[in-house]
C-alpha cells in the first residue's frame, strides 16, 4: 500500500563526518568526538558509530553519545563533560558482547532529539565509554545525519 498523502513521514538530511579518527577511550572515560552545526535546524538525529575494543569485547556497559552546547548565550558555552559533568547524554550506542577482540562493529542510534536554543545550534560530540571494563581502540568513526518529520509530498 503506498503511502498517502499528507502522512507524517521522516525526512533526512545529508550525513556528515563527525569524526573518522577517534582517539582510544579508556573504561569510564570521556574523548571530544568532533563539532557539528545543526544549519538545518532539525528536530532530530541519526548516529552511527564504527568501532572495536583493544582486547577484550566487554560484556557489559556501554558507549554514550554526549552533547555540548555551544554558544547558548552569545559565545558562552556549556561546560566540558567529566567525572564530575556527566553533560547531556543523548543516548548509547549497542555492543555486540558476542564478538571477538578487535572485531569492528557498528551501531546506530536513531530519532535522537536534540537539545536546541537556537536556529543553527553548534554542537560538540563526546563519547562515554559507560563501564565497558575494557578501553576502546583509536580510529572509530561517527557519523550524523539530521532528520526531521513531515507531510508527505504529492
Known amino acids: 500500500m503506498p503511502i498517502e498523502e499528507n502522512a507524517g513521514i521522516h525526512f533526512f538530511g545529508t550525513q556528515t563526518t563527525v569524526t573518522t579518527a577517534g582517539g582510544s577511550i579508556a573504561n569510564d572515560a570521556y574523548v571530544s568526538a568532533g563539532s557539528w552545526q545543526n544549519a538545518d535546524d532539525a528536530p532530530f538525529v541519526s548516529f552511527v558509530f564504527h ?4 582486547s577484550t569485547m566487554p560484556t557489559v ?3 554514550d553519545v554526549i552533547a555540548r552546547l555551544m554558544n547558548i548565550q552569545s559565545t558562552n558555552d556549556e561546560s566540558v563533560p567529566d567525572a564530575l559533568y556527566l553533560g547531556r547524554r543523548l543516548g548509547s550506542f549497542s555492543i555486540d558482547f558476542d564478538e571477538s577482540a578487535g572485531t569492528e562493529f557498528w551501531s546506530v542510534l536513531t530519532n535522537v532529539e536534540l537539545p536546541i536554543v537556537g536556529s543553527a545550534q553548534d554542537y560538540e560530540f563526546y563519547l562515554f ?4 571494563a575494557q578501553t576502546m581502540t583509536a580510529n572509530w568513526e561517527l557519523y550524523v545525519t539530521p532528520v526531521t518529520f513531515g507531510p508527505h509530498p504529492a
Open 51 to 54: 568501532g572495536a575494543f583493544t
Open 61 to 63: 556497559g556501554s558507549i
Open 129 to 132: 565509554n559507560n563501564a565497558t
